[in-house]
């Protein structure tokens, strides 16, 4: 993340006011689009992506009214595209965040960050309250929390083992310890493990990390600022060159058990691309920034491709840059969750970077023109249910900005030609600002 704090450096807007960050004013409604290549017969489904788009001015990027841009593929053919904000309960009521017992309300939600489907529900995210069930046809059915065992906000990056079905999860944001739960439900969605995780401060802790055997947490140096917070003078966290940084493990065997902590040097970590087990080690795969939120809640540091190896026998932490180039948003083929992953695709400016995650290199696929650079935004892969199953076998899909005529498509690369041309380009009738992250739902 790139773009700079607007407001600390005096400009008249900030930068997600501007450009293809500024919300759109409504929700529309399109069938049959128009669309330049062939869309694989294969990709029958729903691709559904979230981000902000506050109905009024917000002071910060992530903090405006939640909406989802899905488009719905099926025969070849983009069958319709839509957007809908989610609404919350707050979404037309002014809902305080905390109660004046100094609780958390944890309906009170904008709702903008993910999308995922697990266990039939397809849930709408944003890390301080509950997740939203909406429908794949965009309607918000309500708050869910697990059948009213969840009491705590849930992340908006839980992670679905791919073998065993389960999802995993945590929650942060209270002012009172624990400040960290770690949570995880079964296959069929019933919440089964609920304990603390003990962090010395309210940290914001945004990702984690899933491994076949083990639940890494990110205990990083930035940290709730209560005097930010009173003045509502954008997120309220800040660096802390006194907290420290420093993972968790803790073993899925063990879900109770102790978490074993191992020191790293200072930095934050918005998205992790990986990890996985290798005989006594961890290795952990993530967007690494040197510093953050010093001075302000901005974007002008650099996030780049690092690994951190966890040795469990010697309790010491290897580290290694993997790349410079500056990159957000990795995802990887979901299957290999947990497990050692090939590729990880990720967006650097006007291009997207598919790793090799066992060497680093990086292959690039690039969008638009030099006169009219294209702006791609978090892409999915999509396997191949035909094909091998591979990491190279399937699409990645992802909407991409067009300055040119101000509007977007929904792009589709295949994955064994991944700087070859889309094999499809579906014209969307409406610009789809850049947002956060999302997913394929398969039919």
Same mark, same amino acid.
């Given at each position: 993340?790139?773009?700079?704090?607007?407001?600390?450096?005096?400009?008249?807007?900030?930068?997600?006011? /501007?450009?293809?960050?500024?919300?759109?004013?409504?929700?529309?409604?399109?069938?049959?689009?128009?669309?330049?290549?062939?869309?694989?017969?294969?990709?029958?489904?729903?691709?559904?992506?979230?981000?902000?788009?506050?109905?009024?001015?917000?002071?910060?990027?992530?903090?405006?009214? &939640?909406?989802?841009?899905?488009?719905?593929?099926?025969?070849?053919?983009?069958?319709?595209?839509?957007?809908?904000?989610?609404?919350?309960?707050?979404? +037309?009521?002014?809902?305080?965040?905390?109660?004046?017992?100094?609780?958390?309300?944890?309906?009170?939600?904008?709702?903008?960050?993910?999308?995922?489907?697990?266990?039939?529900?397809?849930?709408?995210?944003?890390?301080?309250?509950?997740?939203?069930?909406?429908?794949?046809?965009?309607?918000?059915?309500?708050?869910?929390?697990?059948? &009213?065992?969840?009491?705590?906000?849930?992340?908006?990056?839980?992670?679905?083992?791919?073998?065993?079905?389960?999802?995993?999860?945590?929650?942060? &944001?209270?002012?009172?310890?624990?400040?960290?739960?770690?949570?995880?439900?079964?296959?069929? &969605?019933?919440?089964?493990?609920?304990?603390?995780?003990?962090?010395?401060?309210?940290?914001?802790?945004?990702?984690?990390?899933?491994?076949?055997?083990?639940?890494?947490?990110?205990?990083?140096?930035?940290?709730?600022?209560?005097?930010?917070?009173?003045?509502?003078?954008?997120?309220?966290?800040?660096?802390?060159?006194?907290?420290?940084?420093?993972?968790?493990?803790?073993? /899925?065997?063990?879900?109770?058990?102790?978490?074993?902590?191992?020191?790293?040097?200072?930095?934050?970590?918005?998205?992790?691309?990986?990890?996985? +087990?290798?005989?006594?080690?961890?290795?952990?795969?993530?967007?690494?920034?040197?510093?953050?939120?010093?001075?302000?809640?901005?974007?002008?540091?650099?996030?780049?491709?690092?690994?951190?190896?966890?040795?469990?026998?010697?309790?010491?932490?290897?580290?290694?840059?993997?790349?410079?180039?500056?990159?957000?948003?990795?995802?990887?083929?979901?299957?290999?969750?947990?497990?050692?992953?090939?590729?990880?695709?990720?967006?650097?400016?006007?291009?997207?970077?598919?790793?090799?995650?066992?060497?680093?290199?990086?292959?690039?696929?690039?969008?638009?023109?030099?006169?009219?650079?294209?702006?791609?935004?978090?892409?999915?892969?999509?396997?191949?249910?035909?094909?091998?199953?591979?990491?190279?076998?399937?699409?990645?899909?992802?909407?991409?900005?067009?300055?040119?005529?101000?509007?977007? +498509?929904?792009?589709?690369? +295949?994955?064994?030609?991944?700087?070859?041309?889309?094999?499809?380009?579906?014209?969307?009738?409406? /610009?789809?600002?850049?947002?956060?992250?999302?997913?394929?739902?398969?039919?």
């Amino acid at each position: 993340m790139t773009q700079t704090d607007d407001q600390a450096t005096g400009e008249a807007e900030p930068f997600f006011r /501007r450009g293809n960050y500024a919300p759109v004013p409504d929700e529309i409604s399109a069938d049959e689009l128009p669309v330049d290549g062939a869309i694989p017969t294969e990709l029958h489904g729903w691709y559904l992506r979230n981000g902000p788009n506050p109905r009024r001015p917000t002071d910060h990027w992530f903090v405006g009214d &939640g909406m989802i841009h899905g488009v719905h593929l099926e025969g070849g053919r983009a069958r319709w595209y839509r957007n809908r904000w989610v609404r919350t309960d707050s979404f +037309d009521n002014d809902f305080p965040v905390y109660n004046p017992d100094g609780t958390r309300n944890l309906r009170s939600s904008v709702a903008n960050t993910h999308v995922i489907n697990h266990a039939g529900r397809t849930l709408a995210l944003v890390e301080s309250s509950l997740p939203y069930e909406i429908t794949t046809e965009l309607k918000t059915v309500g708050a869910y929390d697990f059948n &009213g065992r969840l009491t705590d906000s849930m992340t908006a990056h839980p992670k679905i083992c791919p073998v065993t079905g389960e999802l995993h999860f945590f929650g942060y &944001g209270s002012i009172f310890k624990p400040h960290v739960t770690y949570l995880r439900a079964d296959a069929n &969605g019933e919440l089964t493990i609920n304990r603390p995780v003990d962090v010395p401060a309210l940290t914001m802790m945004h990702d984690f990390a899933l491994t076949a055997g083990h639940v890494l947490f990110l205990d990083l140096p930035i940290v709730f600022n209560l005097d930010i917070a009173i003045k509502g003078e954008g997120m309220p966290y800040r660096w802390d060159d006194d907290y420290g940084a420093r993972l968790g493990v803790l073993r /899925r065997d063990d879900p109770f058990g102790e978490i074993r902590w191992f020191d790293i040097e200072p930095c934050y970590v918005f998205h992790v691309a990986n990890a996985y +087990d290798d005989a006594d080690s961890i290795v952990l795969q993530a967007v690494r920034y040197p510093e953050l939120w010093r001075d302000n809640s901005g974007f002008d540091a650099v996030g780049v491709l690092w690994s951190w190896t966890i040795d469990l026998r010697t309790g010491t932490v290897t580290e290694r840059q993997l790349d410079d180039r500056d990159i957000e948003f990795p995802r990887i083929d979901d299957r290999r969750a947990g497990l050692p992953a090939r590729y990880a695709v990720a967006v650097g400016g006007n291009r997207l970077i598919r790793y090799d995650l066992n060497t680093g290199a990086g292959v690039e696929h690039r969008f638009g023109s030099a006169e009219s650079p294209g702006g791609p935004g978090e892409f999915v892969f999509v396997p191949s249910v035909s094909g091998p199953a591979d990491e190279s076998s399937g699409w990645y899909l992802g909407y991409v900005y067009d300055p040119a005529r101000d509007g977007s +498509d929904l792009v589709i690369l +295949d994955a064994a030609d991944f700087t070859g041309e889309p094999v499809a380009r579906v014209r969307l009738p409406r /610009r789809v600002p850049y947002g956060f992250h999302g997913n394929w739902i398969p039919a």
